[in-house]
Every structure is written in C-alpha cells, then in structure tokens.
C-alpha cells in the first residue's frame, strides 16, 4: 500500500501561484510514476502532469503547458506541482496518484492521495 498525502492548496487571485506537494513515507517511491489530476465539481477527474519514475521524462495536459512544472524528488519521497499563471478555470481540486505507467488516465494509477482543493478567483 503505498499512501499519499497532498499539501499547498488554497484560495490564489488569477494570475497568481500555487505550490502543491505530495509525500509518501513508502520506499518504493522511484518506481512508481507520479500523476496530477483535477476534478471540478459535476465533472469527470482530468489529467495534468505526470512525470517518470527517474524523473527523466513529464507530460502536460494542453491546458496547462507553460504555465505548471511537475518535478520529484527521490531523495525526499516527494512530487510537486508548480502552478503560475492560474486561471478561474483551473479551480478543483487536485489529486495526486501513484502508478507504474508514465499514463494521462485515472485507470493508470492504483494509488491516490485524498486531494487538495485550490480555488482561482478572478
């Protein structure tokens, strides 16, 4: 069982910065790829980033290219989410996930944390 536990959410003006972070005490992390998804209320959860086990390879959603970094950190069991420019649009709340493919759907990952809410007002 791998547990996953997500920080850094909250209420940021449009425009502004957020920071996510996701730990896990497992020591297994390097071999899990790590994902972000969102899901805002009444609709389906949605890829964001994700990124390799060794870290070597990252993938974005469209409507986040430029604008988030997903990065990890082996030494520390962590992954994190770096959010600048944010939009209204980009309110939900976001979830990290822990697979052992590098994939873009929820089915890719077996493991989740219990999701942070961030809220972009405009």
């Known amino acids: 069982q791998v547990q996953l536990v997500e920080s850094g959410g909250g209420l940021v003006q449009a425009g502004g910065s957020l920071r996510l972070s996701c730990a896990t005490p497992g020591r297994t992390f390097s071999s899990y790829a790590m994902g972000w998804f969102h899901q805002a209320p009444g609709k389906e959860r949605e890829f964001v980033a994700t990124?390799?086990?060794?870290?070597?390879?990252?993938y974005y959603a469209d409507s986040v290219k430029g604008r988030f970094t997903i990065s990890r950190d082996n030494a520390k069991n962590t992954v994190t989410l770096q959010m600048n420019s944010l939009k209204p649009e980009d309110t939900a709340i976001y979830y990290c996930a822990a697979g052992v493919i590098v994939g873009r759907s929820p089915r890719d990952y077996k493991y989740w944390g219990q999701g942070t809410q961030v809220t972009v007002s405009s």
């Open positions: 990124i390799s086990g060794s870290g070597s390879y990252t």
